[in-house]
């Protein structure tokens, strides 16, 4: 999601001048089947045993198999692609990306032709904060709030080469927001009813969500909110969340496949239920609009770095159950004066810096 918004910007207005040509790669899955295979198990465990990552995390972070370059599988694979695009700079947005594959750039293109950026997401440390997203030897590490650049320089990272820009997201979440006519035909087109609650179930790229047992959780209120389900790529889900939203007599449900407009949909909804992911509950901060962090199954160790981001907002609370949803919407639907408390926190919590200064920061190391 980071890189897709990385090139997303680079053509954007207050960054054409600078004539950004941006190549992405997908350093694991592309390099070796080993590693393909290590991230389809951090998606499986994901959908089915959240808690299991405990253990997997655990294990990565002893491991390292990305650590040094010596160990790096079928590293002429990215060395060659190195050599045939040149890069100027090569930015990582994942833990595992900030050393071999360093290395491996630097000894490609020589030192001084290229430099090393890391954009990490996180947005807190502690447990759940990889230690392998810090290389010291980088030429800047970019956080995406304060709390990121703390962990960060506490693994070694010196404070002059940090810097806390912001979340890069897609364009979308920079833009204009909706007037009321545009808001509420939006939201017919949805099939819903404007004026009245509307709570998205959100699901990650591979799937991971609750939505049945959220939908009957929430057929309990005495005045049920709208929902929209959103299925994402998985078709299966969509075709059960149908089947449960044609028995229902007293919610009006909507279900969604993979889309490509959540700022507009993240937009009209009036909360968000959501696992703690860095990508959404930034998305859910730019848009304005409350998150529910979906606990079921345990909470996996980058989950928690949300979590406690969140805490310490006051924004974002987490749910270990269907039934503490229904406590949580049940309280906000009842206290305006609750509910707009949160939401004010997340609105307070938006960065100072947007893209286009973060892209700026980063070509100025080159």
């Not at 959540?262 to 937009?267: I, V």
Request: net charge positive; charged share 20%; glycine share 12%.
């Amino acid at each position: 999601m980071r890189a897709r918004s990385f090139a997303a910007w680079a053509g954007r207005e207050g960054l054409r001048e600078l004539e950004l040509e941006v190549e992405s790669h997908q350093a694991l899955e592309q390099t070796s089947r080993v590693y393909q295979f290590g991230v389809g198990l951090y998606n499986w465990i994901q959908r089915h045993y959240p808690n299991l990552h405990h253990l997997y995390f655990n294990f990565l972070e002893v491991a390292g198999p990305c650590r040094s370059k010596a160990f790096l599988r079928n590293a002429g694979l990215f060395r060659g692609l190195l050599e045939t695009v040149e890069p100027e700079v090569v930015v990582s947005v994942h833990p595992s990306l900030n050393h071999a594959f360093f290395e491996v750039a630097r000894d490609t293109l020589g030192e001084r032709r290229v430099r090393c950026v890391t954009y990490c997401g996180e947005l807190s440390g502690g447990y759940g904060f990889s230690r392998h997203w810090v290389n010291p030897e980088a030429d800047l590490f970019v956080g995406a709030v304060e709390e990121t650049c703390e962990a960060a320089r506490a693994l070694g990272m010196a404070a002059e080469r940090t810097w806390a820009g912001g979340f890069m997201l897609d364009p979308s979440f920079y833009g204009p927001p909706m007037g009321a006519g545009e808001r509420e035909a939006f939201v017919r087109e949805l099939g819903l009813e404007p004026g009245q609650p509307i709570i998205m179930l959100s699901t990650g790229g591979r799937g991971a969500n609750n939505h049945t047992a959220f939908l009957r959780a929430l057929e309990g209120l005495p005045r049920p909110p709208q929902v929209l389900a959103v299925c994402g790529r998985s078709s299966r889900t969509r075709v059960e969340v149908k089947r449960w939203a044609g028995r229902s007599r007293t919610m009006r449900v909507r279900p969604l496949g993979l889309r490509t407009d959540m700022a507009r949909l993240m937009s009209v909804s009036w909360a968000v239920v959501a696992r703690g992911g860095t990508g959404t509950t930034s998305e859910t901060i730019m848009a304005g609009v409350p998150l529910i962090v979906n606990g079921l199954g345990g909470v996996m160790p980058q989950e928690r770095i949300t979590v406690r981001y969140c805490q310490g907002h006051g924004i974002g609370p987490v749910v270990r159950s269907a039934g503490d949803l229904r406590k949580v919407v049940r309280r906000w639907l009842e206290s305006r004066a609750v509910y707009e408390a949160v939401r004010s926190g997340v609105l307070a919590a938006r960065p100072e810096h947007d893209p286009v200064e973060l892209w700026k920061k980063v070509v100025g190391v080159a």
